[in-house]
């Protein structure tokens, strides 16, 4: 009996040391895990709300820069040199709202701050009109895995990701705009290119009728509202790969006394672009130079991404001359070489005759043939473009005299030009264009469908 005494009591004893062991070591883990907590805590460099920042200052080795956010737009406050980047400030904003370190490195001493570069930090300030929110940025770690930060109300010197963090080391560079013009697509009203100080192409928005229009000389040919919108967006978004001079005076030294093109854009708000484009140098196929005159910048940027400066008016046009589909006529009257045919179309009731013969009795092939007889003089094309030719002796090769459904004719008629190409009229004026020989007398051409129609027809 004494013996089992003897066990419990030792049990009892050594159940005791248990309990307690265990509390020593939950107290310990509690009081890691409140270190630990404590030590995250003081690693959360900022926490605010980034959509709240309206004001900006960096001051960095290029100067001292404040920004203001004005109608959801970032904008240099204290000077006009240049266009801010607004993704670049914004991108600042959000990226400091939730900032954390990754370690630190103790408290801040002067012979720490020398050692760590923040004796002599880039410093950025953020303002929402209450509170302000600064960090202090340092030297890269000899590894350039972490910057050396400090913040305004924290003692010690912290480490955070370089990767991340490399916006805030700021500089000049970075915070210019680095798009060719600062609109976007719907902010565009304006697009001017000149060479050799002739305008090439004059492309105006019509708010009104939400369309874009050309100069009057060309009225005889519709507009590709698509490939103005396309290039359009090409521009909005084309961004300079590097920057080089500012306030240029020696405009030879890029070959800007003789530009390649200039161009003028102007904005919705009234404000205008002025830049000048130059192939200067030996990799031409690769950078073009763009130089914008109100600040003397120079840029450089991919040939590829500026490829609109080579464009004329002819590209923003649609090719087809006629361009009246067969839906919209009652029928045509089709002269060549001294001989006039008369077309009915009635495209609701898929029938249509040739000088009173109905067509569409002949069979799939003849239908197939008029409808590709008339395709091929609606669709076309024009080669180029020459307002100055001289037709007044030109010779009458072809015409088309189209009936309309909505009432009224159009007539389209070819004059040679030369062997190649010919003159293209509408309603008896002469447009403007000049089409490829081919597109009457070669394969797939309007005679060769015209000529498998008559055979058609004579059986």
């Known amino acids: 009996m004494k013996k089992i005494a003897v066990t419990i009591g030792v049990l009892a004893v050594l159940a005791v040391g248990s309990v307690s062991a265990a509390l020593i070591v939950r107290n310990n883990e509690n009081k890691k895990s409140a270190e630990e907590a404590a030590l995250q805590a003081d690693y959360i460099l900022f926490s605010f709300d980034s959509d709240n920042i309206t004001e900006a200052s960096i001051d960095c080795e290029d100067g001292y820069y404040t920004a203001e956010l004005i109608d959801s737009v970032w904008t240099l406050s204290n000077s006009d040199e240049f266009t801010l980047n607004h993704t670049y400030i914004q991108g600042i904003c959000t990226y400091m709202s939730t900032l954390t370190a990754e370690k630190d490195y103790g408290e801040a001493t002067d012979e720490s701050k020398e050692t760590y570069g923040l004796d002599d930090p880039t410093i950025i300030t953020l303002s929402d009109g209450k509170n302000d929110y600064t960090i202090y940025v340092g030297d890269l770690d000899p590894t350039e895995t972490y910057y050396y930060v400090m913040t305004e109300d924290k003692e010690k010197i912290y480490a955070i990701d370089a990767s991340s963090a490399s916006s805030l080391k700021a500089t000049r560079l970075m915070m210019k705009d680095t798009y060719l013009i600062p609109y976007t697509d719907s902010e565009v009203y304006h697009i001017q290119l000149l060479k050799d100080n002739e305008i090439v192409y004059d492309l105006d928005y019509d708010e009104e009728n939400s369309v874009w229009t050309i100069p009057d000389e060309y009225s005889y040919f519709t507009i590709d509202q698509t490939a103005i919108t396309s290039m359009i ?204 020989m081919t597109d009457l007398t070669g394969k797939n051409s309007v005679l060769d469908y015209y000529e498998e129609l008559v055979d058609d027809m004579e059986g």
């Open 233 to 436: 967006n090409v521009m909005t978004r084309c961004e300079a790969q590097e920057f080089f001079d500012e306030n240029l005076e020696d405009y030879s030294k890029y070959g800007f006394d003789e530009p390649t093109a200039e161009l003028i854009v102007t904005g919705s708000d009234g404000s205008e672009v002025k830049l000048l484009f130059s192939y200067y140098g030996n990799n031409t196929k690769t950078y073009t130079y763009v130089l914008y005159e109100s600040s003397g910048q120079v840029a450089a940027f991919y040939t590829g991404d500026i490829d609109f400066i080579e464009d004329t008016t002819a590209d923003y046009l649609v090719q087809e001359v006629c361009n009246i589909s067969i839906y919209d006529i009652t029928g045509f009257d089709f002269t060549y070489d001294g001989k006039t045919d008369e077309f009915s179309v009635d495209m609701e009731n898929s029938s249509a005759s040739m000088n009173g013969t109905s067509i569409s009795d002949l069979g799939s092939d003849a239908s197939s043939d008029f409808t590709s007889f008339y395709n091929a003089i609606s669709y076309m094309k024009f080669m180029t473009i020459d307002f100055t030719a001289d037709t007044s002796d030109a010779e009458l090769l072809m015409s088309v005299t189209l009936h309309l459904s909505e009432g009224g004719d159009t007539v389209f008629e070819l004059y040679k030009a030369d062997d190649d190409s010919c003159y293209m009229f509408i309603d008896g004026c002469y447009t403007g264009a000049i089409g490829d």
